[in-house]
């Protein structure tokens, strides 16, 4: 297979697509290949059981999308893609009685945290206030320091979240329960920096940006960038797995949409040696193990204000959710796993019938567990929604070496590209000054296992087409929005 583009993409995960379709409105032929039937990897939809009903295969819930530069500058909604925003940001069901709730509007969040509403708004109010330069931030390439300004603001916020410190100012248990359920996100260590980084970044978010899922499924949002970049003359080959990278020796741009270990075993006898064994040497985290239902109706909740959210923490206190999460980093499977679940009809009523709704939902289970974790996610739900088990109609899991098989990119499962530690954040995949560059002249990586890691924001995919534009084509003026 040799190319005769000016550039090319290997695989179309949302950060592929974002590559590919900057460098084809910058007006290079560009040649996108795809080993799975369908582009997307993990922003893919299906009608797994029911020809009425979609569900979200990988990804499901798009605070990122909401807040990325990349997006923002292709502007999703002149695609035709709405972002279906529910009242409630998240929930997290603390016990048989309490129930925390992230609402998109922060007085109310406020309102309901009681004796913590003040704690909770001198948390997240002045974050919610530097939204725009914090995402900017944190979305970047992560080689800015941030203004004294913002760092006056973000600092003292993740070292309290990073360190278990914010739980001793709360006297509920609902916003530690909250905040220990946004911090889980990256599947590792509690608490830890990254985690804290994390709880900042996307618990901000449910404040700002909101944490919204697609009408009609994750699936338009890919479907967005693949018409774009066809009408920009893109060519997309699906089942094109490629093996080699000297199938492209003499393309001036190779821009890949692959992990660490894609990466070897692309290019192994091409890497010099520091750099290969670097790659080697990169940590894989916990996994998902994912679970789809299909049910007769909305999950009966004991707290009815659960209805209003498209995502649901089911983790208990905080320290259970660390106890679990510590575990599983441990490579333990965790009694009570962490289980993020995502009822997408809460939001957005277009994906099934009022009897059949699609329910979408992982565990976290250690790196390469062959666990199918249907009956703990029952069981999980079930506990804060009795007679849950009674509505459903048909399952499905997906333990975490067959979602490695889906996608290559998800190794053992570890659906971050790479553990997020946070060595492995700030030299991803390696120590090196542009990360999206590499030893081989004209090849770049632009998958989550670079920064600013994993999420549907394309953020990876247009740093790395940025630095291949300007270094192998000359070109600085980037397209509109960019
Ligand atoms: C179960 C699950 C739930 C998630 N939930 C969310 C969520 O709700 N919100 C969110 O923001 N993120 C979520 N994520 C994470 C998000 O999906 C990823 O971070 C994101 O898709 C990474 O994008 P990417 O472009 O880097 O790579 P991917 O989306 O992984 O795409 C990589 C593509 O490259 C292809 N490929 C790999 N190797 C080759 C090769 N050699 N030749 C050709 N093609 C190749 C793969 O087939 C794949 O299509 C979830 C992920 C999973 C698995």
């Avoid at 039937?37 to 819930?61: Q, T």
């Avoid at 009685?97 to 992230?102: E, F, I, P």
């Avoid at 905040?179 to 889980?184: R, T």
């Avoid at 506990?383 to 053992?412: H, I, K, M, Q, W």
């Amino acid at each position: 297979m040799d190319s005769t583009a000016d550039a090319v993409v290997v695989g179309s995960g949302p950060n592929g697509l974002a590559a590919a379709v900057l460098l084809a409105r910058a007006g290079l032929a560009v040649d996108l290949h795809e080993a799975a039937p369908e582009p997307g990897g993990g922003a893919r939809s299906a009608r797994l059981f029911d020809a009425d009903v979609v569900h979200d295969v990988c990804s499901a819930v798009h605070p990122m999308a909401v807040a990325s530069p990349f997006f923002r500058g292709f502007d999703l909604a002149a695609h035709g893609v709405e972002l279906c925003q529910p009242e409630v940001a998240y929930g997290h069901p603390v016990d048989r009685r309490r129930t925390g709730l992230a609402y998109a509007d922060l007085e109310r969040t406020c309102a309901r945290l009681g004796p913590d509403a003040d704690r909770w708004r001198h948390l997240m109010g002045p974050l919610v206030e530097h939204t725009r330069e914090l995402t900017d931030l944190l979305l970047g390439d992560l080689r800015r320091p941030p203004t004294p300004g913002l760092a006056a603001v973000l600092a003292p916020r993740v070292l309290a979240l990073g360190t278990g410190a914010d739980e001793l100012l709360f006297r509920g248990p609902e916003a530690p329960a909250l905040l220990a359920g946004v911090a889980a996100h990256p599947m590792g260590r509690l608490p830890s920096l990254v985690a804290g980084g994390t709880a900042v970044l996307l618990g901000h978010l449910a404040h700002a940006g909101g944490w919204p899922v697609p009408r009609g499924g994750t699936q338009v949002l890919t479907d967005a960038l693949v018409a774009d970049f066809r009408a920009h003359g893109g060519r997309v080959h699906v089942h094109s797995r490629v093996t080699d990278l000297r199938q492209f020796a003499k393309t001036r741009a190779v821009l890949l949409d692959v992990g660490p270990r894609g990466f070897l075993d692309l290019a192994r006898p091409l890497l010099p040696p520091r750099y290969r064994r670097a790659l080697e040497n990169v940590r894989y985290g916990p996994a998902a193990a994912k679970v789809d239902f299909l049910v007769s109706e909305p999950i009966p909740w004991r707290e009815p204000e659960l209805a209003n959210t498209a995502t649901v923490h089911i983790g208990g206190t905080a320290a259970q959710v660390r106890v679990a999460e510590n575990t599983v980093a441990a490579g333990r499977r965790a009694d009570e796993p962490y289980v993020l679940l995502a009822q997408p009809m809460a939001a957005d009523p277009s994906r099934g019938l009022a009897h059949k709704q699609p329910i979408w939902a992982y565990a976290h289970v250690p790196n390469g567990d062959p666990l199918d974790a249907t009956e703990i996610v029952r069981a999980r739900i079930e506990r804060f929604a009795p007679g849950f088990g009674d509505t459903v109609l048909a399952s499905r899991g997906v333990p975490a070496p067959e979602l490695e098989a889906y996608n290559a990119n998800y190794v053992g499962g570890d659906i971050s590209g790479a553990a997020l530690t946070l060595r492995q954040l700030l030299a991803r995949p390696v120590v090196r000054w542009n990360p999206h560059t590499t030893p081989l002249g004209g090849v770049y990586l632009c998958s989550g296992a670079t920064p600013p890691g994993p999420g549907v924001h394309g953020m990876a995919g247009l740093h790395a087409a940025k630095a291949a534009l300007r270094r192998e084509f000359g070109i600085r003026a980037l397209p509109t929005g960019w």
